[in-house]
């Protein structure tokens, strides 16, 4: 804590955090109110004193893959920055929810300056993150909440860990204010421009941005997963059995880099579906568990695959706070049945265990923004490119149950705009990751990490410039930012 406030945060701010933590109660003798009240820095909220934590330039709500990137430009652009993570890791589903490998866009060069860092530094720490074959990222989910931790501390960025925004004040179409919950109780955070990372859109919906949920043919979100690791594999026995007896040529890649697939829903056939099939006849696992599986090995973890499952049922609701509890418990049960079976059945699996189970539960898609520019799938099929474009894609719509699109052909890619990120409604909103502004099909492909972390990473430099030249976050004009400045110029 005193290290991430020490570098931008003043004496004063300084002062007023100690009142607000245990340390800083032991220390002035005063509770956070007292404290406050003498600096005369306190804001009335919900009829309670509460303390203005800090005064910074940039403040950023979530700590995944959009939130860290939007950070770490932020602060390496100058900004006075604040990253707000209710959980104690960076990296969001990617490490909180064993959400692994990041996936490849399938674009050319799609790999904006931060990703080519990030890659890099997994190397410099032994984690080859290319597979020889495949463009996805394979890496180690420990390995990168320490990397974002560093590359956070590198640039100069505050993190509040087990803090939630839970609300933000709003005047004249700004944000003034955003109400956090830290371990110690309420306080408020003050800054210049506010950066939503939260993936389900909370600070712009708390804000009043307009927004949308699910598909608007069904009402449905994408299903939610619950992830996990199972340990104590024989990675060479499954390899063996899976690639050389049963011939499933569908993972080119070799061990190290392996991984298995079964999806029943899909049009693809995989070569363990007969084998998932099997658990459904025996009466060992149902329908929904035989449907969705897939695991991949996890460089640096010898023995450790990540379970891309269980899918849970579509009916539990990804927006809806008791259906999402009801997911929790009934997806912990898919998943216990699943490795159940497969310790039983499947080869190279016989001394196996789950290591570790998601602490975020896997929601592909909630809630997304309206902003200036609403992308829909025409925009994918039609390759749209934009003046104002933040980074390129050619993911394909990957909507579990509605849609899965055909390939765009090699070499071809759409564009995201910078207009996608920002709304009318609140001028000093920059809005990140899988809530940007975008359909329900559209965002099915624009979801993964890569493109998650390029959309915070421009966002960053924006928002760095726009406190700079004095523009509002939502007027600023992304081809107006100098070329060398920007992450990605458009090819259009
Ligand atoms: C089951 C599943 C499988 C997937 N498979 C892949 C894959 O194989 N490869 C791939 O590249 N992508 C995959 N994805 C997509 C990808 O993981 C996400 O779309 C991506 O992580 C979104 O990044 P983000 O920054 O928008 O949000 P998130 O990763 O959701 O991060 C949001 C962060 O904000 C924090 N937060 C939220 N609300 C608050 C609050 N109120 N206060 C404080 N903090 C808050 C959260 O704790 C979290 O750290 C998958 C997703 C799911 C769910």
Same mark, same amino acid.
């Given at each position: 804590?005193?290290?991430?406030?020490?570098?931008?945060?003043?004496?004063?701010?300084l002062?007023? &955090?100690?009142?607000?933590?245990? !340390?800083?109660?032991?220390? *002035? $003798?005063?509770?956070?109110?007292? %404290?406050?009240?003498? @600096?005369?820095?306190?804001?009335?909220?919900?009829?309670k004193?509460?303390?203005?934590?800090?005064?910074?330039?940039?403040c950023?709500?979530?700590?995944?893959?959009?939130?860290?990137?939007?950070?770490v430009n932020a602060a390496?652009n100058g900004?006075?920055?604040?990253?707000?993570e209710?959980?104690?890791?960076?990296g969001?589903?990617?490490?909180?929810?064993?959400?692994?490998?990041?996936?490849?866009?399938?674009?050319?060069?799609?790999?904006?300056?931060?990703?080519?860092?990030?890659?890099?530094?997994l190397?410099?720490?032994?984690?080859e993150?290319?597979?020889?074959?495949?463009q996805?990222?394979?890496?180690?989910?420990?390995?990168?909440?320490?990397?974002?931790d560093?590359?956070?501390?590198?640039?100069?960025?505050?993190? &509040?860990?087990?803090?939630v925004? !839970?609300?933000?004040?709003? *005047? $004249?179409?700004?944000?003034s204010t %955003?109400?956090?919950? @830290?371990?110690?109780?309420?306080?408020?955070?003050k800054?210049k421009?506010?950066?939503?990372?939260?993936?389900?859109?909370y600070?712009?919906?708390v804000?009043?941005?307009?927004?949308?949920?699910?598909?608007?043919?069904?009402?449905?979100?994408?299903?939610?997963?619950?992830?996990?690791?199972?340990g104590?594999?024989?990675?060479?026995?499954?390899?063996?059995?899976?690639?050389i007896?049963?011939?499933?040529?569908?993972?080119?890649?070799?061990?190290?880099?392996?991984?298995?697939?079964e999806?029943?829903?899909r049009?693809q056939r995989?070569?363990?579906?007969?084998?998932m099939a099997?658990?459904?006849?025996?009466?060992?696992?149902?329908?929904?568990?035989a449907?969705?599986?897939?695991?991949?090995?996890i460089?640096?973890?010898?023995?450790?695959?990540?379970?891309?499952?269980?899918?849970?049922?579509?009916?539990?609701?990804?927006?809806?706070?008791?259906?999402?509890?009801?997911?929790?418990?009934?997806g912990?049960?898919?998943?216990?049945?699943?490795?159940?079976?497969?310790?039983?059945?499947?080869?190279?699996?016989?001394?196996?265990?789950?290591?570790?189970?998601?602490?975020?539960?896997?929601?592909?898609?909630?809630?997304?923004?309206?902003?200036?520019?609403?992308?829909?799938?025409?925009?994918?099929?039609?390759?749209?490119?934009?003046p104002?474009?933040v980074?390129r894609?050619?993911?394909?719509?990957d909507?579990?149950?509605?849609?899965?699109?055909?390939?765009?052909?090699a070499?071809?890619?759409?564009e995201?705009?910078y207009?996608?990120?920002?709304?009318?409604?609140?001028?000093?909103?920059i809005?990140?990751?899988?809530?940007?502004?975008?359909?329900?099909?559209?965002?099915?492909?624009m979801?993964i990490?890569?493109?998650?972390?390029?959309?915070?990473?421009?966002?960053?430099?924006?928002?760095?410039?726009?406190?700079?030249?004095?523009i509002?976050a939502?007027?600023?004009?992304?081809?107006?930012?100098?070329?060398?400045?920007?992450?990605?110029?458009?090819?259009?």
């Open positions: 804590m005193e290290r991430s406030f020490s570098i931008p945060i003043s004496r004063r701010d002062f007023k &955090l100690a009142g607000v933590t245990a !340390v800083g109660i032991a220390l *002035s $003798g005063n509770n956070p109110v007292e %404290a406050a009240e003498k @600096t005369g820095e306190f804001i009335k909220y919900a009829d004193k509460i303390p203005i934590l800090c005064n910074v330039d940039v950023i709500c979530g700590g995944g893959p959009s939130g860290t990137a939007a950070a390496k900004a006075k920055t604040l990253l707000i209710r959980g104690i890791a960076l969001g589903l990617g490490v909180l929810g064993c959400v692994y490998p990041f996936m490849d866009t399938h674009a050319p060069d799609s790999d904006t300056p931060y990703l080519v860092e990030l890659k890099n530094r190397r410099a720490k032994g984690i993150p290319f597979d020889g074959v495949t996805q990222t394979w890496h180690n989910p420990e390995i990168l909440a320490e990397i974002l560093e590359m956070c501390e590198e640039a100069g960025v505050n993190i &509040l860990y087990q803090t925004l !839970v609300d933000s004040l709003t *005047s $004249g179409g700004k944000i %955003a109400i956090v919950q @830290t371990i110690a109780g309420l306080a408020a955070v800054a421009i506010f950066i939503d990372a939260t993936g389900d859109a600070l712009s919906r804000s009043g941005v307009d927004y949308e949920r699910g598909y608007e043919k069904t009402g449905n979100n994408q299903p939610l997963s619950f992830r996990f690791e199972m104590g594999i024989d990675t060479q026995k499954l390899y063996n059995y899976v690639a007896e049963l011939q499933e040529d569908w993972c080119k890649s070799k061990l190290p880099y392996f991984e298995i697939a999806a029943m829903h049009k995989y070569k363990l579906e007969a084998f099997r658990g459904v006849e025996t009466g060992e696992i149902t329908q929904d568990e449907e969705y599986m897939q695991a991949y090995t460089i640096g973890k010898n023995g450790v695959m990540s379970m891309n499952c269980p899918e849970i049922p579509v009916k539990f609701s990804a927006t809806d706070p008791v259906s999402y509890s009801k997911a929790v418990s009934f912990r049960k898919m998943m216990r049945n699943i490795a159940r079976y497969l310790i039983n059945h499947l080869p190279g699996f016989e001394n196996a265990f789950i290591s570790r189970e998601a602490v975020m539960l896997g929601a592909r898609e909630s809630w997304r923004i309206k902003g200036k520019y609403y992308l829909v799938e025409d925009d994918y099929h039609n390759q749209s490119k934009f104002d474009a980074c894609t050619a993911w394909f719509i909507a579990h149950g509605e849609k899965v699109s055909e390939k765009l052909p070499g071809c890619f759409y995201i705009p207009r996608s990120l920002i709304t009318d409604k609140i001028s000093n909103l809005v990140v990751g899988r809530c940007i502004s975008a359909s329900f099909i559209l965002q099915a492909s979801r990490q890569p493109t998650c972390y390029s959309i915070g990473e421009a966002a960053g430099i924006a928002a760095a410039y726009a406190l700079q030249n004095k509002d939502n007027k600023l004009d992304w081809t107006l930012i100098p070329a060398y400045k920007r992450s990605y110029v458009s090819q259009g």
